[in-house]
């Protein structure tokens, strides 16, 4: 069974106290969980600090970016490599860096393909933007930007991975996507992933919704089959509203078990 995962990307925002501070709320609002796993992704700057402070029983660290190649001359950059023992996950071609630092297909691909060299499973987002939902490109958008990342890929490493639906439209707009087109979007990624990579990868590999995620919304797309968790950007900056949502899908958990006790 595939694990719920809740990614929370806090971009360019907190510097190292306040990152701090959140990291201590966080840690008494939110409880373990056997069946859910909560991500931060704070700024290259505060990754070292976290990992210190973090309980590892409750959150694992994600880098929001690394750069492909291993170490060398490339000035303000940061490598896998180096993130080796610091995150367990780095987010790649996330819209903003494809669109504000112009990462293209390939320089992507080199990323996913960096991340699983360094043993950090990336995290690999997708999604259209309006001008191509509007002209009903999203399926070869999602084509595209999956068949470049993946090209260098073995099923093996597909079925680990995590990719991350987000439509570029969604993100930080509040006009969060409806749950029947997140659903038709992460049916279209698993079944790209099963028709390349076969039916064991289709079917463990874990497919997030990002985009205005709250905790009002949750519940639509985690009732979306093959919608395994959320990649949240403004809602993950405050401990209220993060926690929320950790403890919320918990409360989901519960109810699909049938049972409604803490
Ligand atoms: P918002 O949740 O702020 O829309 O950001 C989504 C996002 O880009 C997460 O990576």
Redo the contacts with the bound molecule.
């Keep these: 069974m595939r694990k719920i995962l809740i990614?929370g990307?806090w971009?360019m925002h907190l510097n190292a106290s306040q990152a701090s501070l959140l990291v201590h709320r966080l840690q008494e609002n939110v409880k373990i969980y056997r069946d859910i796993e909560v991500v931060l992704?704070p700024t290259m700057l505060t990754l070292q600090p976290m990992s210190v402070q973090l309980d590892r029983r409750k959150f694992r660290l994600a880098a929001q970016n690394a750069y492909f190649k291993d170490e060398g001359a490339y000035t303000g950059e940061v490598s896998f490599t180096m993130l080796r023992d610091l995150a367990h996950y780095v987010?790649v071609g996330?819209?903003?860096r494809r669109h504000i630092f112009g990462e293209d297909l390939p320089m992507i691909r080199d990323k996913v393909a960096a991340s699983f060299r360094n043993g950090i499973m990336p995290i690999l987002?997708v999604g259209e933007t309006k001008q191509e939902k509007d002209d009903g490109e999203t399926k070869q958008v999602l084509h595209d930007q999956l068949m470049t990342a993946l090209s260098n890929l073995t099923g093996d490493e597909v079925e680990r991975m995590v990719i991350?639906y987000?439509p570029v439209w969604?993100?930080?707009?509040?006009d969060?996507a409806k749950p029947a087109q997140a659903a038709a979007a992460v049916s279209y990624i698993r079944g790209y992933v099963k028709d390349v990579f076969g039916e064991k990868a289709a079917a463990d590999v874990r497919i997030l919704y990002?985009?205005?995620?709250?905790e009002d919304v949750i519940h639509g797309f985690l009732n979306v089959p093959g919608v395994d968790g959320f990649?949240?950007?403004?809602?993950?900056l405050n401990y209220q509203s993060f926690a929320g949502i950790v403890n919320s899908t918990r409360r989901w958990q519960r109810e699909q078990e049938g049972d409604n006790g803490e």
Excluded: W
């Design positions: 990614v990307n971009k992704a987010i996330h819209s903003e987002c991350a987000e969604a993100i930080g707009t509040g969060v990002g985009g205005s995620v709250v990649l949240v950007g403004g809602a993950s």
